[in-house]
């Protein structure tokens, strides 16, 4: 169970270093983004408590998908494997129970601990293969897919928006429609297999044009209700509302650019990087939108054969 | 027509494919066979323009990637993609958009499933039908029997011959001989990244024969099994 652990932790290296980043301080900087997005959030919403709970979850649960269960069923046994799930859960949720007591949420905390608890004992994937309905299923992949994976953050957004729209709040309201964003901006994190680049009969500059269009297009589809709700609610700050819309198509956009100017590859520390500091001066993307573009017509050109 | 001149390709130091030049053309289905590790593989990446290579490829559609149907040996799905939503996607990417994909689903596949969740043969038999509705003048086929129930390899057997009947050019690699017999013109024979010899459809017998000898050998005598 030890050298399970311990070929974990190399895997996990593994994947800091093809980050482009020295293991240790990639502990560090995510420790530190860690801390900062939950200062930000419970400083923006009184809702953050439980966002923390959600994400903790949603963590521990992509690590009870079937196949994972199986290999450890077979592998280590029932006892053990249930040894490692709790184990596994108890570390995931060690900094999310922090950032809850920190935060003066000790019932929180412990909804989190006894849920880490339950989730290890169950697979939560077993038989989920219903075929989920999507709007996005005419032009597939990443959306009707992403959708998929993430179906449950649109309702909860939605609900979220009409609550903010009961207690007077717009920025909650805001806030929901930058979850959706950050939600498609995760549909772009992975770069697919070739074959799906290659695929395509278009020319590399078509291709990015369409990825980005049909992006955009299925965006304003996710977020509609969000954005109508609030302008006809909050007709005065229309600005605001529309601005804040803007900004989440922008940076969907920046992101796919990223995503193929690293292609084959993950983004790394560098295009991250970029991102990052883009995110505190907006501004900066007059630059980095044209250097992604042209990056990324050079990494699909070979596959598009133009 | 698909004209391949002087085509080599290496990994590091490693030759997979050397100078290799073989002219496949309209209306003719090529079997392509050689043990594991032979450079079949790699000489479809090549083709299809999966690979940086060395030498010339010409076809008379271009770009030829465009023209290509390419089915490979573990076709990769998106795990939440059902098997409607991969044949859209393949048929949209060559700006085909309202096809009757129920219609023409022969395999009785159910697309409504996510793909993941198909069995082996249903994987293949899922993107043997996208390849075939994006209206390819050229199809290349890696292992196309291998998983697939025995009715779907009559039904895939017969479209292989329709394909030929339609003038298309037609690659195939199988390890199963039969299969090459039932739908080839000829067969190609690679060795450790070179090309032995093409043998015509009237010497696919003594082929299999050559073959068996070769491979078999005294190996099972060696086993003694009593």
């Known amino acids: 169970m030890i050298d399970f652990f311990k070929l974990q932790f190399i895997l996990l290296n ?29 400083n923006k919403t009184n809702f953050a408590k439980y966002l923390v ?58 909804v989190l601990f006894f849920c880490s608890i339950i989730s290890a004992l169950f697979s ?73 680049v290659w695929i395509y009969a278009d020319t590399p500059r078509d291709f990015l044009m369409k990825k980005v269009l049909n992006a955009i297009k299925n965006a304003s589809l996710l977020v509609a209700p969000i954005i109508i709700s609030l302008l006809i609610f909050y007709t005065k700050q229309f600005k605001l509302i529309l601005i804040s819309f803007f900004i989440g198509q922008t940076y969907l956009s920046t992101i796919i650019l990223a995503k193929y100017s690293a292609y084959p590859r993950n983004i790394s520390i560098s295009e991250g990087l970029l991102i990052a500091l883009s995110l505190y001066f907006p501004p900066l993307l007059i630059a980095f939108i044209p250097m992604f573009y042209s990056k990324s017509i050079g990494n699909v050109k070979y596959l598009l054969n133009d | 027509m698909i004209n391949i001149k002087e085509l080599s390709k290496s990994y590091g130091k490693t030759e997979v494919l050397n100078k290799i030049s073989l002219n496949f ?60 939503e991969y044949i859209r996607l393949l048929c949209n990417a060559r700006g085909m958009y309202n096809i009757d994909i129920e219609r023409k689903n ?13 069995s082996t043969g249903m994987k293949k038999k899922l993107a043997i039908t996208a390849i075939l509705l994006q209206g390819n003048d050229y199809f290349i086929f890696d292992e196309p029997f291998n998983g697939i129930d025995i009715q779907s390899n009559i039904l895939l057997t017969e479209i292989i011959l329709k394909l030929k009947e339609l ?5 195939i690699s199988s390890h199963i001989f039969s299969t090459l017999n039932d739908t080839c013109d000829e067969i190609l024979i690679l060795k450790r990244g070179e090309q032995i010899k093409f043998v015509q459809k009237i010497d696919f017998h003594n082929l299999e024969q050559e073959m068996k000898a070769i491979t078999i050998g005294d190996k099972i005598d060696l086993l003694e099994l009593k």
């Open chain 1, 14 to 42: 593994r994947k800091i270093k093809d980050a482009g980043l020295n293991p240790l301080l990639g502990y560090l900087l995510g420790l530190i983004a860690f801390f900062l997005i939950s200062e930000f959030m419970f």
């Open chain 1, 53 to 110: 709970i959600l994400t903790g979850l949603s963590i521990q649960f992509k690590f009870s998908e079937k196949d994972r269960m199986d290999f450890l069923i077979s592998t280590f046994g029932n006892i053990k494997k249930i040894k490692i799930r709790l184990i596994e859960n108890f570390i995931i949720a060690i900094p999310f129970i922090f950032i809850l007591l920190l935060k003066s949420s000790p019932f929180e905390a412990l």
């Open chain 1, 124 to 196: 939560f994937y077993s038989d989920f293969n219903l075929t989920i309905p999507t709007p996005f299923s005419k032009r597939p992949f990443e959306f009707s897919t992403g959708f998929r994976k993430s179906f449950l953050i649109f309702p909860f957004t939605y609900a979220l928006t009409v609550f903010s729209i009961n207690i007077d709040n717009l920025n909650l309201g805001i806030f929901a429609l930058l979850l959706v964003f950050i939600t498609i901006l995760s549909f772009y994190n992975v770069p697919e297999n070739e074959f799906y």
């Open chain 2, 25 to 84: 053309l309209k209306g003719n289905v090529y079997g392509i066979v050689g043990e594991n590790g032979a450079g079949k593989t790699t000489l479809f990446r090549c083709i299809a323009g999966l690979e940086n290579y060395e030498g010339d490829i010409i076809a008379d559609n271009k770009p030829l990637k465009n023209h290509l149907g390419l089915l490979q040996t573990n076709p990769y799905f998106f795990s939440k993609i059902t098997g409607i």
């Open chain 2, 106 to 118: 022969i395999f009785d596949l159910p697309l409504n499933q996510y793909a993941s969740t198909y």
């Open chain 2, 167 to 171: 003038n298309k050019v037609v690659l």
